[in-house]
């Protein structure tokens, strides 16, 4: 059985301490009396923030709103708008590209609002942890960075999601209205948030599912390779490359990626960078297995939705490798759309006790990202693939095909085979076929370029432009008086 109890007691804890922030949480996000603010943040600051074990317990709230139900909505999103999967029932309007609908922007603000909560939580920290009066200036350290982590990675889902948004950081958190920031200010923030995290967070965290410097490190590179900076995205990911800290998990067939790499009972693996923790508990579980499972495969013990599904009759399925093991975590089910309907069986957890109560971790980073992000960037910053870029992405080709990782094999790719264009295109499939499940192709497929291409090409459909960036909420709108909806909204809505 899977250990919990450090992830267990992470999850609690985090839930305690934000319900001990309800009184903050209202009056920071809503414009109430002065007179009602000071007395709540006085008593949470002068007697909360003091010893280590305090400023942990807030710093557990950041994870709240990341490790609930929202962050698995927020992948199901963007997975449904890949060109390899389909959306069903209310998210079918994800996958024709024209734009969000009613309930898809009622969606997404919902993210919207659990981002700015876990940054809101983040920056309490931030603020207040340096006062306090019974901790060491190291631990202030490690949480002030590992709440610079988090808010990094709130706002990198932010900016590429919606573009410019608001900056609410630890100095202006209790301004209602803030304008929009541009997209380059947003990444200011980011990188420099990381930069400090990498430098602050421990080579080794004391409990599983915290972040440490390589975490930092492997988010930077992917920041950057973003911001086209393929240099530092290179050399970002190498430094965890070459720490040797990290192996990818050796495997044999479909069934062993399902338990050894993502199963339910893993505590950990060589593997793991950054996962979201999860476990067998009420409420403390990973929901993209209700999301992702049919009744019918008896993988999940509480049936599932089958939100997201593929067909085997798209070109992209089509011109997958069957001797790929990790095409084999798809399955053949009729969900009432035809014989030809694929469900997605990558998370599996039969003895879990409840919709949100499965066991298996959400893989946010991975040696994987590390090493593709490595293959990508080498490659861009080179002018075309080197043969340590190929060496990276032929570590994560062999395990998939059941071969030694560090040892060349029959399917290795051939560096002279490929320029820069082609490869490029080369790493983007594997990165396809990795990270499944993990909302990360719609987002490869807009920082490179390639949406409308490759949906037309794979799906027939032409991506209207208003789909590429989702709508601002119009509870943002309503709630910051600085935004105007007519020019701050983002076009098409």
């Known amino acids: ?72 909505v927020y992948e199901t999103t963007l997975e449904c708008q890949a060109d390899y999967a389909y959306g069903r029932g209310s998210w079918a ?47 202030i350290k490690k949480y002030v960075g590992e709440a610079k982590f988090l808010r990094a990675f709130n706002y990198f889902q932010l900016v590429r999601n919606w573009a410019g948004v608001p900056l609410r950081t630890e100095a202006n958190m209790n301004d209602i209205n803030l304008a929009k920031s541009t997209p380059e200010e947003v990444y200011n923030l980011i990188v420099a948030d990381l930069k400090e995290a990498e430098t602050n967070l421990p080579d080794k965290p004391a409990q599983t599912g915290r972040p440490s410097k390589w975490a930092a490190k492997t ?37 062993d990626f399902r338990i050894n790499v993502f199963g339910p009972d893993l505590v950990t693996t060589t593997e793991e960078i950054f996962f979201f923790k999860y476990s067998r508990q009420i409420s403390q579980g990973n929901y993209m297995l209700w999301i992702t499972n049919h009744p019918s495969t008896k993988l999940f013990s509480f049936g599932g939705a089958y939100v997201v599904y593929g067909e085997t009759t798209d070109p992209f399925y089509k011109a997958w490798d069957k001797r790929d093991l990790r095409n084999g975590l798809w399955n053949k089910v009729n969900i009432g759309l035809g014989a030809n309907t694929l469900i997605s069986s990558k998370f599996a957890d039969p003895n879990a006790i409840s919709q949100t109560g499965a066991g298996n971790d959400d ?51 051939a560096l002279s085979d490929y320029n820069a264009a082609t490869f490029e295109d080369l790493v983007l499939t594997e990165r396809a076929y990795e990270f499944l499940y993990l909302g990360k192709r719609w987002l490869d497929l807009k920082r490179t370029g390639k949406v409308k291409a490759t949906i037309l090409k794979e799906k027939g459909i032409t991506v209207l432009d208003k789909h590429l960036i989702w709508p601002i909420p119009n509870s943002e709108l309503n709630y910051n008086k600085a935004l105007d909806p007519l020019t701050d909204q983002n076009p098409g809505y």
Request: negative net charge; hydrophobic residues 40%; glycine residues 4%.
């Open 93 to 139: 309007p994800l996958h024709e590209y024209q734009g969000f609908n009613d309930a898809n922007i009622n969606r997404v603000g919902g993210l919207w609002t659990a981002f700015y909560l876990s940054i809101r939580n983040a920056n309490i920290v931030i603020a207040n942890a340096p006062k306090g009066n019974a901790i060491s200036e190291a631990d």
């Open 1 to 72: 059985m899977k250990n919990i109890n450090s992830n267990y007691k992470l999850g609690l804890v985090s839930q305690w301490i934000t319900n001990g922030f309800v009184m903050i949480c209202v009056l920071v996000l809503s414009a109430c009396e002065d007179s009602l603010i000071e007395k709540p943040k006085s008593i949470v600051v002068e007697t909360f923030f003091n010893t280590a074990a305090e400023v942990e317990s807030a710093t557990n709230a950041i994870y709240t709103p990341l490790r609930s139900n929202d962050y698995t």
């Open 363 to 413: 893989p946010v980073y991975s040696y994987a990202d590390a090493l593709l992000i490595y293959a990508e960037s080498a490659a861009k910053a080179g002018n075309g693939p080197t043969a340590e870029a190929i060496e990276a992405l032929n570590k994560v080709h062999r395990r998939a095909y059941g071969y030694d990782p560090k040892v060349a094999s029959e399917i290795d790719f």
């Open 219 to 255: 988010l930077l590179a992917d920041v950057y390779l973003n911001q086209k900076k393929y240099a530092e995205a290179r050399d970002k990911a190498d430094e965890v490359i070459k720490s040797g800290k990290f192996a990818l998990v050796p495997v044999k067939t479909a069934e």
